[in-house]
């Protein structure tokens, strides 16, 4: 009787299985579609949002100084000043240090990089296996093939507007952030039941002091960074091309632990053609441990003082965390792993304190009720 119950409930169990992956596949049939657009529209709201909310939290400073230290209390003329500000700041950037940063790229292209592949070549002629490989990728991407890859104006023409829209929901988002801050806060807080309002303000005030002190910190290590390395880059003779190589070394930090590594290819590469480097010969493995060191001392030294403790987390969970939340939300998930990851665990520990605050009370309690006892 046992056994007849059992087979009885492992096929009821079977059945209410397969009813379940059929219902999920039929919803998926007939709502993908409604699906895929949701979420593109989502992305596309989603993104411009993140922009915003990252260059809101790089200009909180500035905010603060305006109303704390000079006591401006026109949150509107704030607004407007620190527009105007960044504005002029983003100019001078164009003007001056993109100017030369892309001119630097140009050249790189049009002279450096001509010969960095024949030096790849006369490298590759040494190693017969290295060769195929790379004479069967040269096959592959051959005109023929190139010309059967399928153009999907849609997709360009959906690609250029998307782009298009985020430049122009940017400013308004920024804007929007900026000068109605409180009241988004106080909006959303309002949402929120009342019994839970006391921890979601908590769990805010937490999540926010991460966020600023991530992105803040972050923006401050990539300045710190490029000048670093384009110093670093100058002392071991690359000359002209460390101020290029030097910011790529600082844009690419803004992806932690791989990003330094990958911006060090370039540099390692010009290395192999230039013989008048410091070392000589031996200057790709010089950079190779520039970074390496450089990477060491950001991540154990400088990061710590200008980011806090509250933003250290493992390397093994922030490289999972870029993987999971990049797969999700692309490049902008990858900016945002980290400071997502870092409310995680704020909320945990917060959820935490509040249990360790009931184990106490239930021991002073306990102890109580052992002096009642006695008495």
């Known amino acids: 009787m046992d056994k007849r119950n059992k087979r009885i409930t492992l096929a009821i169990n079977l059945g209410i299985g397969v009813l379940i992956l059929l219902f999920i596949y039929l919803f998926n049939l007939i709502f993908n579609p409604l699906i895929v657009r949701f979420l593109l529209a989502f992305t596309s709201i989603f993104l411009p949002f993140s922009i915003a909310l990252f260059i809101s939290y790089l200009m909180a400073p500035v905010f603060r100084l305006l109303e704390q230290k000079i006591k401006l209390k026109y949150r509107l003329l704030n607004t407007f000043i620190v527009f105007v500000a960044m504005a002029i700041i983003v100019y001078l950037f164009i003007r001056?240090?993109?100017?030369?940063?892309?001119?630097?790229?140009?050249?790189?292209?049009?002279?450096?990089?001509?010969?960095?592949?024949?030096?790849?070549?006369?490298?590759?002629?040494?190693?017969?296996?290295?060769?195929?490989?790379?004479?069967?990728?040269?096959?592959?991407?051959?005109?023929?093939?190139?010309?059967?890859?399928?153009?999907?104006?849609?997709?360009?023409?959906?690609?250029?507007?998307?782009?298009?829209?985020?430049?122009?929901?940017?400013?308004?988002?920024?804007?929007?952030?900026?000068?109605?801050?409180?009241?988004?806060?106080?909006?959303?807080?309002?949402?929120?039941?009342?019994?839970?309002?006391?921890?979601?303000?908590?769990?805010t005030k937490r999540a926010h002091y991460v966020i600023e002190q991530y992105f803040n910190g972050r923006f401050a290590t990539m300045i710190v960074m490029s000048i670093v390395f384009t110093a670093a880059f100058f002392i071991l003779g690359f000359k002209e091309r460390s101020v290029l190589f030097g910011f790529m070394m600082g844009f690419f930090d803004i992806v932690p632990y791989v990003g330094p590594f990958i911006a060090m290819l370039l540099p390692v590469l010009y290395s192999?053609?230039?013989?008048?480097?410091?070392?000589?010969?031996?200057?790709?493995?010089?950079?190779?441990?520039?970074?390496?060191?450089?990477?060491?001392?950001?991540?154990?030294?400088?990061?710590?003082?200008?980011?806090?403790?509250?933003?250290?987390?493992?390397?093994?969970?922030?490289?999972?965390?870029?993987?999971?939340?990049?797969?999700?939300?692309?490049?902008?998930?990858?900016?945002?792993?980290?400071?997502?990851?870092?409310?995680?665990?704020?909320?945990?520990?917060?959820?935490?304190?509040?249990?360790?605050?009931?184990?106490?009370?239930?021991?002073?309690?306990?102890?109580?009720?052992?002096?009642?006892?006695?008495?």
Do not use: C
């Open 96 to 203: 001056f240090a993109f100017g030369i940063i892309y001119v630097q790229g140009i050249q790189f292209l049009e002279y450096d990089w001509p010969n960095v592949v024949q030096s790849a070549r006369n490298f590759l002629a040494t190693q017969p296996t290295l060769l195929e490989l790379y004479n069967s990728a040269i096959d592959w991407f051959n005109l023929e093939n190139i010309s059967s890859i399928n153009v999907n104006i849609i997709g360009i023409f959906q690609s250029i507007t998307s782009i298009i829209i985020t430049i122009v929901l940017v400013p308004v988002f920024l804007f929007f952030i900026l000068n109605d801050r409180k009241r988004i806060y106080e909006s959303l807080v309002k949402v929120v039941p009342k019994n839970y309002r006391v921890h979601a303000t908590e769990l």
């Open 272 to 375: 192999l053609t230039d013989e008048t480097l410091m070392f000589g010969q031996y200057a790709p493995i010089a950079v190779i441990i520039m970074v390496t060191v450089g990477q060491l001392v950001q991540n154990n030294v400088a990061q710590p003082l200008i980011m806090g403790k509250e933003t250290q987390l493992h390397p093994l969970l922030v490289l999972s965390s870029f993987v999971f939340f990049g797969y999700l939300f692309g490049i902008v998930g990858i900016i945002l792993a980290i400071p997502i990851t870092g409310m995680i665990r704020t909320s945990i520990e917060y959820f935490h304190e509040l249990n360790a605050d009931k184990l106490a009370l239930s021991k002073i309690e306990k102890q109580k009720i052992r002096e009642d006892k006695r008495q």
